[in-house]
């Protein structure tokens, strides 16, 4: 079965940096998008950033900080995160587009989340 694992979370400062990790295993065909996801205590489950093609995209909070990448050969995707912030606080999931064999629908998967924690 397809896996995510995710690692880099952690306690950092604020204004610190971490980097965050996610490497997809098992049977994967092509990859169409990875992504990042967080969810705060109390708070629905949020879009960070996702990587299309090689093409980023990010929440308003996380432009100009945050920055995603992706080395495919590894189907592994990254989250560099800067100036971090209190309110950066939460579980970080990762989350995949992919196809199990070619030819057959998009499938979703996700990782089980690494806690960030901002504070002082």
């Known amino acids: 079965q397809e896996q995510l694992v995710e690692s880099g979370g952690g306690l950092v400062q604020p204004g610190g940096s971490l980097r965050l990790s996610c490497a997809a295993s098992g049977i994967i065909a092509s990859i169409y998008k990875m992504g990042w996801y967080r969810q705060a205590p109390g708070k629905q489950r949020e879009m960070v950033a996702t990587i299309t093609g090689g093409r980023p995209s990010y929440s308003d909070s996380a432009k100009g900080r945050f920055t995603i990448s992706r080395d495919s050969a590894k189907n592994t995707v990254y989250l560099g995160m800067s100036s971090l912030k209190p309110e950066d606080t939460a579980v970080y999931y990762c989350?995949?587009?992919?196809?199990?064999?070619?030819?057959?629908?998009?499938?979703?998967?996700w990782g089980q989340g690494t806690q960030v924690t901002v504070s002082s």
């Open positions: 989350n995949m587009h992919y196809q199990q064999y070619y030819g057959d629908d998009y499938r979703s998967a």
